[in-house]
């Protein structure tokens, strides 16, 4: 069989593992910053709220980071999972921190301050930078 046929046959079974456990962790992510956030992020985007929509895109790509990192130093699903679970509360914690000393956002977000959101954005995927870094070593 061609060589590179082979790597495909050998190496597909475990690619759609790890890609499926870190899309598990990923959802879960988004799914517990939702129910976190004292507003509802969803809703808000659904009526055109450009500020929530911000937050929340920076939220899509700061969850994915640290995980994508996480697969740059594998060593087996075990690892992938463990890592992939902290980095997940590790982002959680960072975003609180980040809320907490942006006082009153929530509200700013509901009344769709963009350039708030974009400063809240920026500091949330700047820890999310933070992280991946820190875990790919």
């Given amino acids: 069989m061609n060589p590179a046929l082979n790597s495909l046959a050998n190496g597909l ?3 759609l593992i790890y890609l499926l456990l870190v899309t598990a962790i990923y959802v879960v992510g988004i799914f517990i910053y939702v129910k ?19 937050t929340f895109s920076a939220l899509i790509i700061g969850l994915a980071l640290p995980l994508v990192a996480c697969l740059i130093h594998k060593v ?9 679970t902290t ?33 809240l954005a920026s500091f949330k995927l700047a820890g999310s930078l933070a992280l991946a870094f820190a875990i790919a070593g």
């Fill in 13 to 15: 079974p475990a690619l």
């Fill in 36 to 54: 976190l956030t004292p507003h509802k992020e969803l809703e808000l985007i659904q009526n055109g709220n450009m500020a929530a929509a911000v």
């Fill in 76 to 84: 087996g699903y075990v690892d992938v999972a463990v890592w992939g």
């Fill in 87 to 119: 980095s997940l509360f590790l982002q959680m914690f960072l975003f609180r921190i980040t809320d907490f000393i942006f006082k009153g956002m929530p509200s700013r977000i509901e009344n769709d301050e963009v350039p708030a959101a974009l400063v």
